[in-house]
């Protein structure tokens, strides 16, 4: 079992920067792929960005690429993404996610290619 928990989130005005972090504990965090996703309300959750166990590998939803990074440090058991330049439509509740399985791939875009997920965190863009 592994247990994710979100921070970071905030109000920021568009063109800004924030950097969500998601704390796992419990199973080895190291072996697996972790994935942001967001959902704004009365919308779908939807992807964001993974990153692989080692951080070789990341994938981006087009929406964020170039915008956004997505990071982990496997000693602090800790998941990172950096939103930079903002815009109102990042407004959303961000959530982490785990594969439960290991793997050296990044390309997990589908809520069900996660087994853990955390209870998310706000974040509001004003323009």
């Known amino acids: 079992q592994v247990q994710l928990v979100e921070s970071g989130g905030g109000l920021v005005q568009a063109g800004g920067s924030l950097r969500l972090s998601c704390a796992a504990s419990?199973?080895?965090?190291?072996?697996?792929?972790m994935g942001w996703f967001r959902q704004a309300p009365g919308q779908e959750r939807e992807f964001v960005a993974a990153?692989?166990?080692?951080?070789?590998?990341?994938f981006y939803a087009d929406s964020v690429k170039g915008r956004f990074t997505i990071s982990r440090d496997n000693a602090k058991s800790t998941a990172y993404l950096q939103m930079n330049s903002l815009k109102p439509e990042d407004t959303a509740v961000y959530y982490c996610?785990?594969?439960?399985?290991?793997?050296?791939?990044?390309?997990?875009?589908?809520?069900?290619?996660?087994?853990?997920w955390g209870q998310g965190t706000q974040v509001t863009v004003s323009s």
């Open positions: 419990g199973r080895t965090f190291s072996t697996n792929t």
């Open positions: 990153i692989s166990w080692s951080g070789d590998n990341t």
């Open positions: 996610a785990a594969r439960r399985s290991s793997g050296s791939s990044a390309y997990y875009t589908r809520q069900v290619h996660y087994d853990y």
